[in-house]
C-alpha cells in the first residue's frame, strides 16, 4: 500500500479539487493507497470538506489536530499514521503536482531506491520569496558543505526503512527535509519544474519561512556558534593593535589623543557581547524547548 501525507491549513478553496485530482493519479498506478490528510487547526471550512470527501471515498483518513502547530509537526503527525508501504509527502496547493506521484513511485520501485526526493529545478513563485528561498538553500548548502541536498523540499516518497528512520527523531525544532537528508539510505531525485501556488495566499508566512530556516541552520550545521568564536578571535586581534597604540601614545604624552580608541574598543567588545549573548541565548533556548520536551501535537479527532 502507498500512504500520501498531505498537511493542510485553510486550504479550502482546493484541497477538494487536490484530492480528486490525486486520487485520479493514484487510481491509473493500480496501487493500493491511503492519503492521510492532516488537518493542521484550519479555521475555515476546510475539515467539513475533507469530512464530506472521506464519507464518499474510504481511501481517505484525516487527522484532526487540536489547534495548528505548524507544518512540519503536521507532516510528522501523518507520518507517525501513514501504514503504507511507501509514503509520499506533498503539499496540497499543486505545487507538488498529483501527477507526478505515479512517477515518484515508479522510480523508487525500479531503482530500489529508499528514497526518493524531487529536485527544484526552478521556481515559480513570486520574485522577493523566490530570491530568500533561494539564499537559504545556498546558505544552507554552503553551511553542511553539501550534505544537505539543495532545492529539496517535503515532496518525496520513501520506503519503510527510510520511513521507520524519520520517525526515531524526537527534536521539536525540526526540518524534515534535513532529517531526510541526514539519515541516509539510497537516496535518488527527480527533477521538476515547480509551479506557484493554485489559489489563495501561502500558508507558510514569512515569519513560519524564517523560523524553519534558522530551525534548519541551527540543527544540521554548528556555524551560529562558530561564527561567535571567529568574530571574537578577529576582535582580539584587531584590538591587540590597539593596546599597542594606546601604551604608545600613553608613553609618548600623548594620550588624552587615545579617548576615541577607548571609545571604539568600549562598544565594539559591547556589541560583541551582546551578539554572542543573544546568539548564546538561541542556543539555550533551543536546549530548553528539547528538555521541555512537549509533544510536538495533539489529535482531536481521527476519521478512518
Ligand atoms: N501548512 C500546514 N500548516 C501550517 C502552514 C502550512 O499544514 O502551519 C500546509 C499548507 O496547507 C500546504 C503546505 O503546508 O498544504 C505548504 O504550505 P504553503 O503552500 O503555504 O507553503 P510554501 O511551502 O508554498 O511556502
Ligand atoms: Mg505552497
Redesign the pocket.
Known amino acids: 500500500m502507498i500512504s500520501i501525507v498531505?498537511?493542510?491549513?485553510?486550504?479550502e478553496q482546493l484541497v477538494v479539487r487536490f484530492l480528486k485530482e490525486l486520487f485520479q493519479a493514484l487510481k491509473q498506478t493500480g496501487e493500493r493507497f491511503e492519503v492521510v490528510c492532516?488537518d493542521?487547526g484550519s479555521t475555515d471550512t476546510t475539515l467539513e470538506k475533507l469530512v464530506d470527501f472521506h464519507k464518499k471515498h474510504t481511501e481517505l483518513k484525516i487527522i484532526s489536530l487540536s489547534r495548528?502547530?505548524?507544518?512540519q509537526p503536521?507532516l510528522t503527525a501523518g507520518l507517525d499514521y501513514a501504514r503504507g508501504e511507501y509514503i509520499v509527502i506533498m503539499?496540497?496547493?499543486f505545487?507538488d503536482p498529483p501527477q507526478m506521484v505515479p512517477f515518484l513511485i515508479d522510480k523508487i520501485k525500479t531503482t530500489g531506491a529508499d528514497i526518493v526526493s524531487a529536485v527544484r529545478k526552478t521556481r515559480n513563485e513570486k520574485f522577493i520569496?523566490k530570491a530568500y528561498i533561494n539564499l537559504f538553500h545556498k546558505i544552507f548548502d554552503q553551511l553542511t558543505s553539501g550534505q544537505q541536498i539543495a532545492q529539496t523540499?517535503n515532496f518525496c516518497i520513501l520506503n519503510k526503512k527510510a520511513h521507520k528512520a524519520m520517525l526515531q527523531f524526537s527534536e521539536r525544532g525540526r526540518y524534515l527535509p534535513g532529517i531526510r537528508n541526514f539519515i541516509g539510505f539510497r537516496h535518488e531525485f527527480i527533477m521538476y519544474d515547480r509551479p506557484d501556488?493554485l489559489e489563495g495566499e501561502?500558508?507558510?508566512t514569512r515569519v513560519?519561512?524564517f523560523s524553519l530556516a534558522a530551525d534548519a541552520i541551527y540543527s544540521f550545521t554548528k556555524w551560529p556558534i562558530r561564527l561567535c568564536l571567529y568574530l571574537g578571535i578577529l576582535g582580539v586581534i584587531t584590538f591587540s593593535f590597539a593596546i599597542v597604540y594606546t601604551l604608545a601614545s600613553k608613553f609618548l604624552g600623548l594620550a588624552p589623543i587615545g579617548w576615541s580608541s577607548l571609545f571604539l574598543a568600549i562598544s565594539f567588545f559591547g556589541s560583541l557581547q551582546l551578539t554572542f549573548l543573544g546568539l548564546i541565548g538561541e542556543y539555550i533556548y533551543r536546549i530548553f524547548k528539547e528538555v521541555q520536551a512537549r509533544p510536538l501535537y495533539f489529535v482531536r479527532d481521527i476519521y478512518d
Open positions: 498531505i498537511p493542510v491549513l485553510n486550504e492532516v493542521d495548528n502547530f505548524g507544518l503536521a503539499d496540497a496547493d505545487q520569496k523540499g501556488r501561502a500558508k507558510m513560519k519561512l
